[in-house]
């Protein structure tokens, strides 16, 4: 029975790690659907160490567990912030910002095509290899810095973080947006050229809508593009060196 009691309060302790890592995915917040997804990738995420019983110092232990959460977390949620930058540039430039509207899911307000692809990056993360991924990100955390680890060397990593990781996430945001901010400047310029012959199209107002359509056609067209993308945006952030 004592086994039994044990093996509980050490899932219970090592589920801190990944309750506080996957708090920070910015997808379903405490929603039936956040929890739906996140409860069972947290309990398998709790059983990889196999820690039995609480450690000695457990006040100190819960507080370096919740340090490297937020530092996974961090690392893990690059991906997110790629694809919601890529969207917002995209939606600023076509003039989508004033569509924006609230995302439970999110708890973001955004437009049409940052939602869009924030939704791509999510897929990334919960299928395929991106969940393989999220697999071994734990089990190399879970090795590198084993439950109730007193001194964690975990300022290395934040300071990585803060140096190129989050700036990774801007430049891939951007590089995924240009191709269609360019695309939609030549929409702008062709119905710009059009209007100096065909008088009464005004391209101040078509050129929303326009482009709207281009884009949805591209975009439908490059979804198996774009997920590959965000995979390879996803595998890059979610090493630990």
């Given at each position: 029975?004592?086994?039994?009691?044990?093996?509980?309060?050490?899932?219970?302790?090592?589920?801190?790690?990944p309750?506080v890592?996957l708090?920070?995915?910015?997808f379903?917040?405490?929603?039936?659907l956040?929890?739906?997804?996140?409860?069972?990738l947290?309990l398998m995420?709790a059983?990889?160490?196999h820690?039995?019983g609480?450690p000695?110092?457990?006040?100190?232990?819960i507080?370096?567990?919740?340090l490297?959460?937020?530092?996974?977390g961090?690392l893990?949620?690059?991906?997110f912030h790629?694809?919601a930058?890529a969207?917002?540039?995209?939606?600023?430039?076509g003039?989508?910002?004033?569509?924006a509207?609230y995302d439970?899911n999110?708890?973001?307000?955004a437009?049409?095509f940052e939602k869009?692809?924030v939704?791509?990056?999510t897929?990334?993360f919960?299928?395929?290899?991106?969940?393989?991924a999220?697999?071994?990100?734990f089990a190399?955390?879970?090795a590198?810095w084993?439950p109730?680890a007193?001194r964690?060397?975990y300022?290395?990593?934040?300071q990585?973080?803060?140096?190129s990781r989050?700036?990774l996430?801007?430049?891939?945001g951007?590089?995924?947006?240009m191709p269609l901010?360019?695309l939609?400047?030549?929409?702008d310029i062709s119905?710009?050229l059009?209007?100096?012959?065909a008088k009464r199209?005004?391209p101040?107002?078509t050129?929303?809508?326009v482009k709207?359509?281009v884009?949805?056609?591209t975009?439908?067209?490059?979804?198996?593009?774009l997920?590959e993308?965000f995979?390879?945006i996803?595998?890059a952030?979610?090493?630990?060196r």
């Open positions: 029975m004592d086994d039994y009691i044990g093996y509980i309060e050490g899932l219970a302790f090592c589920s801190i790690r309750v890592a708090s920070l995915i910015p379903a917040g405490t929603e039936s956040g929890i739906a997804l996140r409860l069972p947290t995420l059983v990889l160490p820690q039995a609480w000695d110092n457990p006040v100190i232990a507080g370096v567990e919740v490297i959460g937020l530092t996974l961090l893990l949620s690059v991906t790629a694809a930058a969207g917002a540039l995209i939606d600023q430039q003039g989508y910002m004033v569509g509207s439970p999110f708890r973001t307000e437009a049409h869009l692809f939704w791509l990056a897929l990334t919960f299928t395929g290899t991106g969940l393989k999220v697999y071994g990100f190399d955390a879970w590198l084993p109730g007193p964690p060397d300022m290395r990593v934040m990585e973080l803060a140096e989050l700036a996430s801007i430049v891939e951007i590089k995924l947006a901010i360019g939609m400047f030549l929409v119905l710009g059009m209007s100096r012959y199209i005004n101040f107002m050129a929303p809508s709207a359509i884009l949805s056609f975009i439908i067209f490059c979804v198996p593009v997920l993308r995979n390879a996803f595998l952030g979610a090493i630990l």
